[in-house]
């Protein structure tokens, strides 16, 4: 997993996009889980929220997905969970970069996670 994230540190962010000269954040972890576990996950990160077993955030563990909505009421956001509050998604101004889940910013959008039942 973290060899993988190294490959795409910094990586920016475009929306749509699906390749390490621009990617948007559901298309990322849909590549994290191809090549770390060799699952598919649906392509949008509302459809992704849709495919998980719900926890708690106390519960997480490494490989569990964290979803956000920036935008209102509908999930626009995933990242994958990495360790002590820590996740890796693909911020819009820094690109693919590891945040933390308690961070102020974040956590007021933070509005579900899980394991994905894929």
């Not at 992704?48 to 209102?72: N, W």
């Not at 819009?92 to 579900?112: C, E, H, M, P």
């Amino acid at each position: 997993l973290y060899k993988f994230i190294d490959k795409w540190m910094g990586s920016p962010h475009r929306l749509g996009g699906q390749h390490r000269g621009g990617i948007d954040c559901s298309a990322f972890v849909g590549h994290v889980f191809r090549e770390v576990y060799q699952k598919d996950l649906p392509r949008s990160s509302k459809d992704m929220a849709e495919v998980i077993k719900r926890k708690y955030d106390h519960q997480l563990k490494e490989g569990d997905l964290v979803f956000f909505s920036f935008g209102g009421k509908s999930i626009d956001h995933v990242g994958v969970y990495l360790h002590n509050g820590k996740f890796v998604h693909v911020s819009t101004k820094q690109g693919v970069v590891i945040s933390n889940l308690k961070d102020a910013w974040y956590y007021k959008y933070f509005t579900r996670c899980g394991a994905p039942i894929i």
